[in-house]
């Protein structure tokens, strides 16, 4: 379980950003994907309705449709850079990661309510810690700071009502 | 085409060699035990951002064809608060998320799978948050611009506050 | 481990590029203006923004210090005709040129559109006694040098009078003129 330092895996971070702003001319992001693969959902199922609605739009008249959308690429990308890492470091494995006494069920009821919350946060602040603290703090966005402040600050916050969550032992 | 797909093997290379995968460790940041979290963050963040700033001034970059998103404080105050309420119950971000899930994680799938139903309950309620989210939207605004200060100055203050951190960092892993 | 060590060198370099970015200030050579536009809107509704063709003669005749009357067109059609004493000052080499503050600016071009806009660009730079011809060349041109009523200008800059029916003066037409 040998992780790099985490300073050298910034500068390496740093460096996949800067070429993401060089060669494409924008930063990462994450979030964007999931509001695509939303997007396309909704007009899979109400094609009219997601036309109308002026959010799920937004995402759906990318040239090449909304699956071929520049970020969607980039997430495919971060799941086979992440299973190639995983796998070459040894770190690959079937598990529910949560701590002492924690039933796989209510971990996976915790992830999938956070999950929701950090899509409705991302959704309103347009992005999230790819797109929002990353891309738009390097690049010293006012909105882009004020997200990194909120989101830690309400992190700080809640983080000890769940400290049972991760237990050691 | 392919830039993306590079690029975003690339990341999540990055993110799992740094074991942002595993969502034991990124609470670590919000237990002060394992502050990975924002010693990477902040890192890659000073990286891009002297980057940028150097290759503009070597004439390599055009700083004007890179898209800044836009600025809509009201909206990314109280999306910032409900996302890292999100992130500390989960214990991952959406990208995160995605590197754990392509690491095995269950979890990671699951908060990927709630990403998804979070977006769609709020797109599904735009209609509602409309006023919010366009609250006081204003393009682009960047930190110099706001505090009438050159980028360089605000690249220096940034650095030292992020060195600042780091030296904090460390004390307090020592500690835990 | 290799990299506690290279902790130290990382914090250095980045403190040391920083440092230098503050110096240095901006990344981009920007070249910044920066206007009120109150005061501008005030001046282009008062008309004291340009001067007409008539009035830019008699200045030109007269000598008046600190004048320079600057043709924003490109080379190419200056070297066709110019207003007598001009210099070209094509927009992008108007805005990196510096120029006497105390001196009279005034900007023409074709018909005015572009010598208005590098009013507000001079006027954006700082420089507080700018003009530019409302009409362009061809207000100079009608009003100085092809009027219907010549006066003791038109004869000054070698324009003849514009006979009922006579076509508009051209640029072509001037340089045919002389001998």
């Known amino acids: 379980m040998k992780y790099s330092d985490p300073y050298l895996a910034g500068v390496a971070l740093g460096l996949v950003l800067l070429a993401a702003f060089v060669f494409a001319g924008r930063g990462l992001g994450a979030s964007g994907a999931f509001a695509s693969a939303a997007s396309s959902a909704v007009h899979a199922v109400a094609p009219a309705y997601a036309d109308g609605n002026a959010y799920f739009a937004g995402y759906l008249h990318e040239p090449g449709g909304a699956w071929r959308s520049w970020l969607v690429l980039e997430i495919a990308g971060v799941f086979i850079g992440g299973f190639v890492s995983a796998v070459l470091a040894g770190r690959w494995r079937r598990t529910i990661e949560r701590g002492h006494g924690v039933s796989p069920g209510s971990r996976l009821a915790a992830a999938a309510g956070g999950g929701t919350l950090m899509g409705a946060g991302a959704m309103l602040a347009r992005g999230c810690t790819s797109g929002q603290a990353l891309t738009g703090g390097a690049l010293l966005s006012v909105g882009a700071w004020a997200f990194i402040v909120s989101a830690f600050a309400a992190g700080y916050a809640v983080a000890p009502l769940r400290r049972r969550a991760w237990r050691e032992s | 085409m392919v830039t993306p797909l590079l690029i975003g093997i690339a990341f999540g290379a990055a993110l799992e060699r740094a074991g942002l995968g595993s969502a034991r460790k990124l609470t670590g940041q919000f237990y002060l035990t394992d502050l990975t979290v924002f010693k990477v963050m902040f890192t890659a963040i000073v990286t891009a951002m002297l980057g940028l700033f150097w290759l503009a001034r070597l004439g390599l970059v055009d700083l004007s064809g890179i898209y800044v998103p836009e600025t809509a404080l009201a909206a990314q105050i109280a999306g910032g608060v409900v996302f890292g309420a999100g992130f500390a119950i989960a214990g991952l971000c959406p990208g995160t998320s995605c590197v754990a899930a392509a690491s095995g994680r269950g979890d990671g799938v699951a908060t990927a799978a709630g990403m998804f139903a979070g977006m769609l309950a709020a797109g599904l309620a735009f209609p509602l948050l409309a006023p919010l989210y366009s609250a006081g939207a204003r393009g682009a605004w960047t930190v110099p611009d706001l505090l009438h200060v050159r980028s360089g100055v605000v690249i220096f203050g940034v650095v030292l506050m992020a060195l600042a951190g780091f030296v904090l960092a460390e004390r307090l892993e020592r500690r835990a | ?179």
């Not at chain 3, 007269?62 to 009357?69: I, R």
């Not at chain 3, 600057?70 to 070297?79: I, K, M």
């Not at chain 3, 009013?119 to 003009?131: D, I, S």
Request: charged share 20%; proline share 6%.
């Open chain 3, 1 to 179: 481990m290799i990299a506690a060590r290279l902790r130290p060198i990382m914090a250095g370099a980045a403190f040391f590029l920083a440092g230098a970015a503050a110096i240095i200030g901006t990344p981009t050579r920007s070249v910044r203006g920066s206007v009120d536009v109150r005061t501008l809107a005030s001046e282009v509704a008062r008309e004291s923004d340009h001067v007409t063709a008539l009035e830019l003669a008699d200045w030109i005749r007269a000598a008046k210090p600190g004048l320079q009357v600057l043709d924003v067109r490109s080379a190419g059609e200056f070297d066709r005709y110019h207003i007598p004493t001009a210099r070209s000052m094509p927009l992008e080499t108007l805005v990196t040129t510096t120029f006497d503050p105390n001196a009279t600016l005034v900007l023409y071009s074709e018909g005015g559109g572009h010598a208005a806009q590098a009013w507000v660009l001079l006027r954006a730079l700082g420089y507080q006694h700018v003009f530019s011809l409302r009409g362009g060349l061809e207000e100079w041109l009608e009003d100085v040098m092809h009027p219907a009523a010549p006066t003791d200008l038109t004869r000054y800059f070698g324009g003849f009078a514009r006979k009922p029916g006579d076509a508009p003066l051209t640029v072509d037409a001037l340089r045919r003129h002389g001998c």
